[in-house]
C-alpha cells in the first residue's frame, strides 16, 4: 500500500500554468503505475495522465499537448505540469497509484488515491 498526499492546486487565469505533485510514503512510488484523474462539479472521474513505470506517458485527447506528467523516483513524487490551462480544465485533481505494467484510463484499476487538490481556472 502507498499513501499519496496532492499539492499545488489553486486559483489561475486562463492560459495559465500550475504544477501538481503528489508525494507517495509507504512502498516506494516507483514500484507503482500511477495516474492522474479529475472530478468536476456533477461529472464523472475522468483519467488525465498516466506514466508507467519505466517512465512511459499517456494523456487524455483533452490535456494532450497542454499537460506534461513526470515523475522523480528518488523523491517519491510524481508531477503533473499543466500549461495553457482552460475554464474547462477546473476540477478536482487526483492522484492515483496502481500496480501492472501500464497506466489505465479506469479508475477502478488503480487501489490507492489522495485526497485531491482543487483547480479553479477562471476566466
Known amino acids: 500500500q502507498v499513501q499519496l498526499v496532492e499539492s499545488g492546486g489553486g486559483l489561475v487565469q486562463a492560459g495559465g500554468s500550475l504544477r501538481l505533485s503528489c508525494a507517495a510514503s509507504g512502498r516506494t512510488s516507483s514500484s507503482y503505475v500511477m495516474g492522474w484523474f479529475r472530478q468536476a462539479p456533477g461529472k464523472e472521474r475522468e483519467f488525465v495522465a498516466g506514466?508507467?513505470?519505466?517512465?512511459?506517458?499517456f494523456y487524455a485527447d483533452s490535456v494532450k499537448g497542454r499537460f506534461a506528467i513526470s515523475r522523480d523516483n528518488a523523491k517519491n513524487t510524481v508531477y503533473l505540469q499543466m500549461n495553457s490551462l482552460k475554464v474547462e480544465d477546473t476540477a478536482d485533481y487526483y492522484c492515483?497509484?496502481?500496480?501492472?505494467?501500464?497506466?489505465?484510463?479506469?479508475?477502478?484499476?488503480?487501489?490507492?488515491w489522495g485526497q485531491g487538490t482543487r483547480v479553479t481556472v477562471s476566466s
Open positions: 506514466i508507467s513505470r519505466s517512465g512511459g506517458t
Open positions: 492515483a497509484a496502481r500496480t501492472g505494467i501500464l497506466p489505465m484510463r479506469g479508475q477502478y484499476e488503480y487501489t490507492d
